[in-house]
């Protein structure tokens, strides 16, 4: 009976020496992290671990086949199964993405994998590779550009804020839980960290989304119908919410599904005139679309005037392409703008004069499209376009 027992042990042993350690065998299933060595690409680890590469990437939010050596992919080997809610899921994948780069190094002012990051750099990093179109801010203008919410979700951004004077000190990617992921607060690595430690428990707590609820993002394929059809949602109100001039549609178009204006800086200014709000609310659809300079139609690419141009005319307003500086020739200069006014900035990139124009919402925020992150919201308080404003320009004599 002992030798029967101790030979069943050895044989237990031997089994598990085997699928631990011979070459060839495959892992067995059971979630757990791979971190990246120079050799790897998504196909090998896929291919390690016995799931497709679409699982892989979409598990760890991965916006395309680039690894980088240190990263730490999550392997789950269960089926992946997206949320109806683009949102909702967008959410997750910016989460699951900003955790692949815990262990890397902290440099201040860097914002990539291979220089490092500082906490702005990593939330930069991620978010625009998760397409969520934004400027390159500091936590400060990450701050003022970000939707309140009292409702945090995985994805958004959580802010650490000094109790007595509300500076921001630093801010991370929320997991939910009260977990984030921050570049090296108190650390010299990415780390996922915790609101309650000591560290971060002194400080005021707030966070802010980019991946607001009810946005949908148009996929290669669907049709305002299918869109409809999708969320119980009749085609005239999206059509409505989002002043789309026809049934047409965009692949990349942000639209719009719920009442409330997913970004309600123009709701409680004064139009500047009749359809201001829906060349904003259309502008607002066009997020993310590519800059292409001298362009004019978001299926190419638009330089700044260039989306002026087409966001109008598409709404039926008659307005001459022209570019920021024709635009500024043109316009009276006022100092109290309205929503759907025109704003406008000199000496950008290597030009000089009058050639950056966006469409103010208020609140300090316009809409444009720069060469970095295409058509997207930003911020008058920014450092960048702080230095740069010109004025302001009256857009109802734009129009004849």
Request: aromatic content about 12%; glycine content about 8%.
């Amino acid at each position: 009976m002992g030798m029967k027992k101790a030979g069943s042990i050895l044989l237990l042993l031997l089994v598990m020496f085997s699928f631990t350690f011979s070459p060839g065998v495959k892992v067995e299933a059971a979630d757990r992290v791979h971190t990246v060595s120079s050799q790897d690409t998504v196909e090998s680890i896929a291919k390690t671990y016995d799931i497709s590469t679409e699982q892989l990437m979409k598990t760890n939010g991965l916006p395309d086949d680039q690894l980088y050596m240190g990263q730490k992919l999550t392997i789950i080997q269960t089926a992946y199964t997206p949320s109806i809610y683009q949102w909702s899921e967008r959410g997750k994948q910016i989460a699951n993405y900003a955790k692949s780069f815990v262990g890397f190094k902290k440099t201040a002012g860097e914002e990539t994998p291979e220089k490092g990051f500082d906490s702005s750099g990593l939330i930069h990093w991620v978010l625009s590779r998760q397409s969520v179109p934004i400027d390159r801010l500091t936590v400060d203008g990450f701050y003022k550009q970000g939707m309140d919410t009292t409702t945090p979700k995985t994805g958004d951004i959580i802010f650490f804020l000094e109790k007595d004077s509300l500076k921001v000190v630093t801010a991370g990617i929320y997991l939910g839980g009260n977990q984030f992921v921050n570049s090296g607060y108190g650390a010299e690595t990415v780390q996922v960290r915790s609101s309650t430690e000591n560290y971060f428990a002194k400080y005021q707590v707030e966070y802010k989304t980019y991946t607001p609820k009810g946005e949908h993002i148009v996929r290669n394929g669907e049709t305002l119908k299918s869109i409809s059809e999708n969320y119980s949602i009749s085609m005239n109100t999206i059509k409505n919410r989002n002043a789309l001039p026809t049934d047409e549609l965009m692949q990349g178009q942000y639209l719009q599904l719920y009442s409330n204006p997913l970004y309600p800086f123009y709701v409680n200014q004064e139009a500047a005139y009749d359809k201001a709000y829906d060349v904003i609310k259309y502008g607002y659809t066009l997020r993310g679309f590519t800059f292409v300079f001298g362009e004019e139609d978001p299926m190419i690419g638009m330089d700044c005037s260039g989306f002026i141009y087409w966001v109008m005319k598409e709404q039926g307003l008659s307005v001459k392409r022209g570019s920021a500086a024709d635009y500024f020739s043109l316009l009276p200069k006022i100092e109290k703008p309205k929503a759907g006014d025109l704003v406008f900035f000199r000496d950008t990139g290597t030009r000089l004069g009058v050639t950056h124009v966006g469409i103010y919402l208020g609140d300090g925020r316009f809409l444009n499209t720069t060469e970095n992150a295409g058509v997207h919201i930003s911020n008058l308080s920014s450092a960048y376009f702080a230095e740069k404003f010109e004025s302001f320009g009256q857009v109802e004599s734009l129009m004849n």
